[in-house]
Nanobody, 123 residues
Framework: QLQLVESGGGLVQPGGSLRLSCAASGLTLDYYAIGWFRQAPGKEREGVSCISNSGRSTNYADSVKGRFTISRDNAKNTAYLQMNSLTPEDTAVYYC????????????????WGQGTQVTVSS
């Protein structure tokens, strides 16, 4: 069974940066694409970014492109989301999720989920 645990969230000022981690246990991440999603109070869950199992393919939501960078280190069984130039609109609970091999359109395609980590952007 694949288990995912997010970490790295917290309170940051507008314009600041955070690096989120998604650590896997139980199974290797070698065969899984990793997606990052976020959900703010009263809003639907939205996709942020995704990286294929090899790391050779990535995608980003338009709202974060140029500010966020997704990466992975399969030897450490961990994926990352580097978030720069943060704004209050980035405030949400951030989740990592996994599915076999390649990135997919929406959250229903992902089979494994972490419990989330809170990111709050405020002065």
């Amino acid at each position: 069974q694949l288990q995912l645990v997010e970490s790295g969230g917290g309170l940051v000022q507008p314009g600041g940066s955070l690096r989120l981690s998604c650590a896997a246990s139980g199974l290797t991440l070698d065969y899984y694409a990793i997606g990052w999603f976020r959900q703010a109070p009263g809003k639907e869950r939205e996709g942020v970014s995704c990286i294929s199992n090899s790391g050779r393919s990535t995608n980003y939501a338009d709202s974060v492109k140029g500010r966020f960078t997704i990466s992975r280190d399969n030897a450490k069984n961990t994926a990352y989301l580097q978030m720069n130039s943060l704004t209050p609109e980035d405030t949400a609970v951030y989740y990592c999720a996994a599915r076999i091999l390649s990135c997919a359109r929406g959250p229903d395609a992902y089979d494994y989920w972490g419990q989330g980590t809170q990111v709050t952007v405020s002065s």
